[in-house]
Structure formats: C-alpha cells, structure tokens
C-alpha cells in the first residue's frame, strides 16, 4: 500500500512539517511529522508529546517547530515545495520499486485549501481533518510544543462544594480570548468568556438548564471570607482576578512570538450568563 503525505511547509531551520493522508498508524491519534536533516518526529496535534517514542528532541528543534506553526501561510513557500516534493517522490521510487503502485508518496498542499491570515496550525488541522478519518477539534488549541510537554497551568475559582460536584478554574493554555472552563462532575467542560455570556467554541451540547442554573448561581454568591482575595466580591470576580493574575502577566516573561493574553478590565460588568444558551 502507498501511503502519501502532504508537504506543508519548510520551517526556519529547512526542516519539513508533513501530514499524514488517511493514516492508520499511532492508534489513530492526530498528529502531524517533523523531517530534519538528523532525525523524524512524529508528534500529536492533542497535546505536545511524541506519538512513537521518547527521543530527545533539542531546544532549537522545538522552538523551530513553534515558530512554524505560528506563522502566516505564505503561499510562495507552499510553491517551492512542489520541488521538493517531486524529489522525494524520484527517489522513493527508486527505492521502492516493487513495493509501490503509481501514487506519488508526497503530495502538495492545493491553494484552496488556503484561507485568508490562516497560520500554518490552522492548515494542519484543517488538511488532517479533511484527509483522515480521526477527526480533531476544528479550533483545537495549540499545545505549547517548545516545553514539549502539555503546557497548561489551572487555577480553580469554583471547587465542589460549589458546583455540586464540579469546577471552575481558568486555564494558561494558547487561547487568548479572556475564558474559564466549567467543568461538570461527569467530566465534561465547557469553555465560556469572561466578558460576554457565550461559549469559547461550539459544544456537542449546551448547559441544561439546571446546569446553568448551578453555573450562575456560583458565579454571584459571595466569596467566602476564608478563600477571598483582595477586591473580589463573588465567583465571577475570583475568576476575572485569576485570569489576569495567571496568564496577562505571563506575557512580560513569554518569547516575543507566544500569543499574548488578553487583560480583562477590571471595570467589566459580569455578563448575564442565564441567557448563555439563547
């Protein structure tokens, strides 16, 4: 069987990102590979981790791959991979002669898969979407994969005894846009904005109704004087001062091309989160 990928792009150091086309290798787990001059890595589009070992992967290697996935498609780099393309393809051939049909084994990514100010993740998700069965979130967070481990820090606003079993808390992920996550006690989270009475991305489902109920309840019951922080008078407000105490000022200690977090002005009003599902 020839199994092709898609030549996404060449990143600073003149390495290549490929995505797999219906691959059905890694248990299935979305992921996209790394082709240097040294070694390959595969690595998840889940979470910032290799899918099938645990080589070292150097420090320039890894700020290599970040810089890439951050970039804006150009589409003049996506034209000059056809050359490499078409190489790779030559010598495939040439190796493998007996064990392949016709089917070039690298494909190039077609301009119309390219959307306006798209960055070079966004093409990925949307290229394994489109080529393999696994499916991911369409706007799946990027995890941080220069610390090559799931970069994520929570801070919970909202514990149990709250939420009838489930949580609140904020969360220092890729997302930018000022949310928290609230979490049932059957595991399901649901991201939602600080500053505005929606969802961060679509759901399979919305809150029911007593859900909500319980969601909104919290938010404006006073904070507990043994859990109160300086200026903060109900769940909401805990929230708003987490989020900007966890991930605004992260931004001064963060490399120049790390997303910046947005700071939620202290003057916000708490939105009406009971029409969240209207």
């Known amino acids: 069987m020839n ?18 086309v219906n691959c059905e290798g890694y248990s299935h ?24 070992d645990m080589k070292n992967i150097e420090l320039a290697d890894r700020t290599d791959i970040e810089e890439f996935l951050n ?16 190489k790779w393809n030559k010598q495939f051939a040439r190796e493998n002669r007996k064990t392949t049909d016709s089917k070039d084994r690298y494909v190039v990514v077609y301009n119309a898969d390219i959307e306006k100010d798209m960055t070079y993740w966004e093409l990925i998700i949307k290229l394994w979407n489109k080529n393999n069965k696994n499916k991911t979130p369409k706007n799946l967070c990027k995890p941080y994969y220069r610390n090559f481990i799931e970069y994520i820090d ?14 609140c808390y904020t969360i220092q992920d890729q997302e930018r846009t000022p949310h928290f996550i609230y979490e049932l006690n059957t595991g399901e989270k649901f991201g939602i904005l600080f ?21 909104v309840n919290f938010l404006i019951t006073p904070v507990d004087e043994e859990y109160k922080r300086k200026d903060v008078s109900n769940g909401w407000e805990d929230g708003v001062w987490l989020w900007n105490k966890q991930n605004y000022d992260y931004n001064k200690h963060s490399p120049s091309w790390f ?9 916000t009003p708490m939105p009406d989160y009971s029409k969240l599902n209207d």
């Open 29 to 52: 787990i979305p992921h996209f590979n790394y082709i240097s001059k040294k070694q390959n890595f595969t690595i998840s589009l889940i979470s910032a981790k290799l899918v099938d």
């Open 259 to 267: 997303p910046k977090y947005k700071r939620i002005d202290e003057n």
């Open 195 to 215: 500053e505005k009475a929606e969802y961060l991305y679509p759901n399979p489902r919305k809150l029911t109704q007593d859900e909500l109920d319980v969601l």
């Open 154 to 167: 929570t801070a919970c606003f909202g514990i149990e005894k709250h939420l009838e079993g489930g949580r």
């Open 3 to 20: 199994f092709q990928s898609i030549i996404i792009g060449k990143t600073n150091k003149k390495s290549l990102i490929t995505v797999c």
């Open 71 to 86: 970039k804006i498609v150009d589409i003049k780099d996506i034209e000059k991979t056809k050359k490499t393309a078409k």
